[in-house]
């Protein structure tokens, strides 16, 4: 079985700042997914890739930059943190965009102060 | 639009007691279904799937599902709950064709009382 590794774990941030999250997977997978997670709203997509190289925005790319420089790699980049922002960011893996089962990371939680 | 409703925010149940999370999904083409679990502090993981025929999937965990076409519904079910079963579960909609998008629904909190 493989893993996806999420760094940091916990992110506290202040307001403008730029702050970014990576993400790392060993499942040799195509496609990688930044969601976020919010209590009582699910999750929404941020960014996908469907190969290295690949970026495609999600319902939420406003405000986000992502980067896959690499196959097992997908960083995400809050570019302006919001004051008083708490979430989850969830990176998640597939084999192939569509309708294969997602694999999860444990998340980085962002706090903005 | 697609969509995905999970219409109980937070379920209480005794453990041993049955189980049955509700999920419908809004879309006018073929679904393809998961139901993922989130513990504390952990990322979401797979119990179970449903992309075609028998509409009652087994997953993990004595975990199965149903999905309804008629009734545009995947509701999953556990015949005897345990205290570990206590977390929170997503019902997820996979649209065919999509280049990746997963539609989550808000998820249903499942406390399991001793």
């Known amino acids: 079985g493989g893993i996806i590794t999420q760094t940091p774990k916990f992110l506290i941030g202040q307001e403008g700042q730029k702050l970014t999250l990576k993400c790392q997977q060993n499942?040799?997978?195509?496609?990688m997914y930044w969601y976020r997670q919010d209590s009582g709203k699910g999750l929404r997509l941020i960014y996908y890739?469907?190969?290295?190289?690949?970026?495609q925005k999600g319902d939420l790319s406003e405000g986000y930059d992502a980067s896959r420089e690499k196959k097992s790699s997908f960083s995400l980049t809050v570019t302006s943190a919001q004051k008083n922002e708490m979430a989850v960011f969830l990176c998640?893996?597939?084999?192939?965009?569509?309708?294969?089962?997602?694999?999860f990371g444990k998340g980085t939680r962002l706090t903005v102060v | 639009a697609q969509s995905v409703t999970q219409p109980d925010a937070r379920v209480t149940v005794s453990e041993g007691a049955s189980l049955q999370l509700r999920c419908k999904y809004s879309?006018?083409?073929?679904?393809?279904l998961f139901w993922y679990v989130q513990y504390p502090r952990q990322g979401l993981q797979l119990l179970l799937k449903?992309?075609?025929?028998?509409?009652v999937v087994q997953g993990v965990n004595g975990f199965e599902a149903e999905f309804s076409k008629s009734n545009s519904s995947f509701h999953l079910r556990k015949a005897s709950v345990h205290w570990s079963d206590s977390a929170v579960y997503f019902c997820?909609?996979?649209?065919?064709?999509?280049?990746?998008?997963?539609?989550f629904g808000l998820g249903t909190t499942l406390q399991v009382q001793p």
């Open positions: 998640a893996s597939s084999i192939a965009a569509g309708d294969t089962e997602v694999f």
């Open positions: 499942f040799n997978h195509d496609t």
């Open positions: 890739s469907i190969t290295e190289n690949d970026l």
């Open positions: 879309y006018s083409g073929t679904p393809y």
């Open positions: 449903y992309y075609s025929g028998d509409p």
């Open positions: 997820v909609l996979s649209v065919t064709g999509n280049t990746g998008k997963l539609i």
